[in-house]
């Protein structure tokens, strides 16, 4: 075996015990929530009944949280993305085309939730959503919706913004705008499937966000999956566990989704 | 296919845009005629991107009206303007096939579904591409996708057609044959266009009259002749073409250049020494023979460099006195001549403008 050859399989067998360890770094909280799920820690005797809980019938009573949690959650994901994207979107394109200036001061203000902490969002929250919940809404968990807007800005600004960066923006809203296209339009047909790997990006980090956010809820007082999970793990600690693993079983499906839809070269065949 | 309109005139009228400080249009007046190809030239930020952008509502104007087939579209938004623009860069929707792009502008302009098709395969058999409706951009080269763009124009029929510099990211050969077939087909279509360029042979070739913008302003909309042989100022003298800066007496409508009375354009100075504007093919070059003798008139000079431009040469002649002077010659008339020959250098009776 020449030189070269040696160099290239010492090489390969580096990247597989660094990505082997890695694996296993990620993966082993995934197993020991797996093995916390179906084992009891007392006697250490292996049983699915957590599972057959979480998905049967017979302990709904207690499982209520959980559930109540999911369905708000979901409708707070769908809420915050379609804020978000209603928001965002538009936003970032037309400081891109006419107020070029403020596209830092834009990027600032999206980034900023990134610097501070949830517990920190809470405390001027609080009387927002005290108004909020006695003078114009209620106090139900779909409008955290509006506080996990904010949450999830920084991350759906980047996505979109590599995506805004990545087209002839001013070209093709120009092009559109003088074939008789109005603005919904515009951001409807033209710059939303050019933008798809961009949007499904932030789509997937801001659902992974709002699915996983327990201190605003909590502080809050309102139910949501992570709240949810919280409860029932002081009844039943082991569906929790269950419960858990599926969210971030969930989460990683919607990551490994993310690039299957952002690689250039999953593209479907175009002619 | 879709039913074609009838073409309408464009006026701009006092037209003012400005950019912070910069003053990108002021009060500018343009009138194109109906079916006229009208031709925007100019050093880069004369104002006259701007002032197409304005036109087809992307920009609005500070003061001034736009008015077209007599109706004023100043403050109307750009997609209920009835035009269409192609651009510099390649702007079709890279998620659409070729069809797909003219689809999209025809279902823009509420075409029947029914007829798009036979629309869609009228003009891109009318820029050369019938056979590549399911392309996709990506899969087209600059050329194709400029012609895509200008079916997609053509398609919805505008009332204006926009070109903004549509082919200056081209090669030189796919220009050439492009703005042939642009002109060709406008002429067909007899659709109103407005053609932004900063290649004044693009502009000469293409337009029924061009326009040269110098800050804002236009100095001058003629025909292409007349623009380049009857310019108005030296601005324009100088932009269009080459030209020679030779230094003469004026009297009575006439200047004397290398010993020649010479007609003056208006606009000229009326008396006094002035500089003329001569253009290089105004000038002849005969060699002075081996033994110096100089017959017909002329002044003499000695050949500089000599470029050969395959069916003419540019010849730089050296004045006795040190000036520079080039030529434009025939390739034929050219073949005799050589760097360091001495040669009679006159002048023809083509009236130029005469400057201060």
């Known amino acids: 075996m020449s030189r070269a050859a040696t160099k290239r399989a010492r090489q390969r067998w580096l990247r597989v015990v660094v990505l082997g360890l890695v694996g296993a770094f990620l993966a082993y909280p995934l197993y020991a929530l797996a093995e916390f799920s179906v084992r009891f820690p007392l006697t250490g005797n292996y049983s699915v009944d957590a599972w057959t809980r979480l998905f049967g019938a017979g302990d709904g009573a207690r499982l209520q949280p959980l559930y109540t949690g999911l369905i708000n959650s979901l409708g707070i994901a769908a809420l915050t993305l379609t804020m978000m994207f209603v928001l965002l979107l538009p936003t970032m394109v037309w400081v891109r085309l006419r107020l070029p200036r403020l596209s830092r001061v834009v990027e600032f203000v999206c980034l900023l939730p990134l610097t501070l902490p949830a517990i920190v969002l809470v405390v001027g929250l609080v009387p927002v959503y005290r108004f909020i919940a006695t003078q114009v809404l209620d106090t139900h968990a779909i409008w955290l919706s509006f506080a996990y807007v904010v949450l999830v800005l920084p991350f759906a600004y980047r996505a979109l913004d590599s995506g805004l960066s990545a087209i002839d923006l001013g070209t093709l809203v120009a092009a559109a705008r003088s074939m008789g296209a109005s603005w919904p339009t515009v951001i409807g047909r033209v710059l939303l499937p050019n933008l798809r790997g961009a949007v499904a990006s932030a789509a997937f980090i801001s659902i992974a966000v709002v699915l996983g956010e327990f201190t605003i809820a909590r502080m809050l007082a309102r139910e949501n999956l992570q709240t949810g999970v919280m409860l029932v793990n002081q009844a039943a600690p082991q569906v929790a566990a269950a419960v858990s693993l599926l969210t971030l079983l969930f989460g990683i499906a919607l990551l490994v989704g993310l690039s299957y839809v952002t690689t250039p070269h999953r593209a479907k065949k175009r002619s | ?356």
């Open chain 2, 1 to 356: 296919m879709s039913e074609q309109r009838t073409a309408v005139g464009v006026q701009l009228r006092g037209l003012r845009r400005t950019f912070g400080a910069v003053v990108a249009l002021d009060n500018l007046d343009l009138d194109i005629q109906p079916g006229e190809l009208v031709a925007l030239l100019g050093p880069s930020g004369c104002g006259k991107t701007t002032a197409l952008r304005v036109l087809a509502g992307l920009e609005e104007a500070d003061s001034g009206t736009v008015v077209v087939g007599g109706r004023d579209i100043t403050h109307t938004p750009p997609n209920r303007r009835t035009m269409a623009m192609v651009f510099q860069s390649y702007s079709l929707f890279p998620h659409l096939t070729v069809a797909g792009n003219i689809d999209f502008a025809l279902s823009m302009r509420k075409v029947d579904r029914g007829r798009r098709k036979a629309i869609i395969d009228h003009h891109l058999d009318l820029v050369g591409l019938g056979s590549h409706h399911g392309r996709y951009p990506t899969e087209l080269s600059g050329g194709q996708q400029q012609r895509v763009a200008l079916a997609r124009a053509l398609a919805s029929n505008p009332d204006v057609l926009l070109l903004d510099e549509p082919l200056s990211a081209l090669d030189a050969q796919v220009r050439v044959q492009l703005r042939d077939e642009i002109r060709r087909i406008q002429l067909e279509l007899g659709t109103t266009t407005l053609f932004v360029t900063h290649d004044q042979g693009e502009a000469l070739a293409m337009a029924d009259r061009v326009g040269v913008m110098r800050s804002g302003r236009l100095e001058q909309l003629s025909a292409p002749r007349e623009l380049y042989e009857r310019p108005v100022n030296e601005f324009v003298a100088q932009f269009i073409g080459s030209t020679n800066r030779l230094h003469g007496k004026v009297s009575a409508g006439h200047v004397r250049v290398l010993g020649e009375w010479v007609p003056t354009l208006p606009g000229s100075i009326q008396e006094g020494g002035g500089v003329a504007l001569v253009r290089p093919e105004r000038l002849s070059l005969t060699p002075i023979g081996d033994g110096g003798s100089s017959a017909g008139g002329g002044f003499e000079a000695t050949v500089r460099q000599l470029s050969f431009l395959g069916d003419h040469a540019r010849v730089y002649v050296t004045l006795h006195d040190g000036t520079e002077l080039q030529a434009y010659l025939h390739a034929s008339a050219a073949e005799g001549l050589g760097q360091g020959q001495r040669v009679l250098v006159a002048v023809d009776r083509t009236p130029v403008l005469v400057t201060g």
